[in-house]
DNA sequence: CTGAAAGCGCTTACAG
DNA sequence: CTGAAAGCGCTTACAG
């Protein structure tokens, strides 16, 4: 029913062959010729199979991503992005759930969904890296975010600890000296909340200022969880000058209480966040915060999976890229 | 390279009808025969070739879903749940972005998208019923959302006008008689804004309290809108003793306002809102607002995109689905 | 209940 | 530069 490669050769009068040629955009072919087939494929709006073209080459041109759940903002944002790259290189996206669990991550890495991609986008979440290596299969996978740092796998994430470092510094320099960290979980240096606790510290011992672990304040990545973090400080009495929220949740989590129970910002006390997502520019006061370089890790993790699937990234270690970040003052930090 | 049903019909010492027989749940097929085949897939760890599925059947088990952007919320939280549907019976699904452009909608409705699915969960934003009536091919087509009420398409979509109807009626039982609206763009009925404000004054009617047009606040759909369209209503002297922000952003935004300017919640007001997204949850005071059934939308959506694709459903008119909605009555609007 | 054969629509060596 | 042929791995009539 569909027009085929067939009725275009038989319209332009040439054989399979040479439509195959124009349409994979053969160097040696007549211009002539070329342009009867062309002009075959206008008249009869022949479009090729995707699926005869799969079986054939063995090629999908999709990539695969998997991640937790797109209904938490981050994940969805940079899937969005990642869309976005791959359509500008001719690949699609095709999302597979894995819910945090070992065996939804497991089976996205090698079930029937691998089939259906040349490449997989993956966010390890629940899986160690001993099980990925033995159950990745041979093609291309390159890993995001921090939860597994093995020099056996492609690797892009963001400059947790440096950006940590660069938003205590500002906050140093705007004279800030009681900064309190909320949302730290432990100093495990190979998770986000450790690295990102480790940059403050850091900045804190350039800048000679005594790290004081009473302002270290655990709590959920969320909203609420800044919430209640800085009103158990409030609570407690403890002096702080500035709150410094390792995701951007958290940050107004802890703002909007700060407002609630009449404290001036950013007189009485500074708010700085990490993450930038959109909702800290509509904030009131907006936050300033770190931009970690989505729109960079997105932009090289699917030029470094398609050259791995194209071959043009020859190299057989994995490469570790860390995407640059950006500081964003606005009205909570000036 | 690959394990093949040749394989498997060879070690299993029949045809390769008969695998395929065992494969599809074929009813007639002796036990015995059927044994040997499945011990011989899992002895082999045969895994069907979706693609050749695909071309030799012509369905790829996929659906497609046009959205605008996953990177907003609404959006990504509706594509994860309509993934977990669609999973539980079989398939999966691949997500176009149109960016709301008539341009990126048309292709998505014909172009080879259209081939890589079997059929089309679409959010038509920019395109009208007659040309999506034109281009949407012979595959089956389900509309999400509000935009075409037309009865050539099925269409899955919430109770705008009663909710905004059953929310209104709630502060009014409360005792508010001075009901700001934020994001009332028009009283066109066919689009989210028109029937949530039809649903106001109708239960106002209902109510037998008077509508007061200096109450109804066009503005932006997000945080920033809510807060400087109650803003102007502060700076404007206009009295009012609750809100109703048309959605959860402008609730949200307006109720940060509030609390900036020193307004008590509930008590000088109480705000509502509308969609019942994670954040209202976790607001302080958190948001009363209306659930529009999200869940119900993805689950009926899924059902019927899915039995037209395989002839379950075999009504020639379009369906017209409208999913029940939820009253969350919490802290801002008791 | 099961088999032998055709064919979905392409791409890819292989010739020329 | 172009053609004729094979084949990717399935499903689907068609027989029996």
Known sequence: MAVTMNDVARAAGV?????????????????????????????????????????????????????????????????????????????????????????????????????????????????????????????????LGEHIADPRFDLVTMKNAEAAAAITAHLLASGRRRIAVLGAASEDTTDSPGLRLNGYREALKTAGVEFDPALVVQCDWRRDGGASAVGSLLDDGTEFDAVFGLNDAIALGAMHELLIRGHKLPGDVAVAGFDDIDEARFASPSLTTVSPGMEEIAERSVKLLIDRIEGAEASSEGLHVEAGFELKVRESAP
């Open 15 to 143: 054989s399979l062959k040479t439509v195959s040629n124009v349409l994979n955009d053969y160097e040696f072919i007549r211009p002539v010729t070329k342009q009867k087939v062309l002009d075959a494929i206008a008249e009869l709006g022949y479009e090729a199979n995707l699926t005869a073209r799969s079986l054939r080459s063995g090629k999908t041109r999709m990539l695969g991503l998997v991640l937790s759940d797109l209904s938490i903002p981050y994940y969805a944002e940079l899937a969005s992005r990642l869309m976005t790259f791959a359509s500008a290189r001719g690949y699609r996206v095709l999302v597979e759930q894995s819910g945090a669990e070992p065996g939804h991550e497991l089976s996205a890495l090698q079930g029937p969904f691998r089939q259906l991609t040349d490449g997989l986008l993956f966010t390890p979440l629940a899986l160690d890296a001993g099980t990925i290596a033995a159950h990745q299969g041979t093609k291309p996978v390159v890993m």
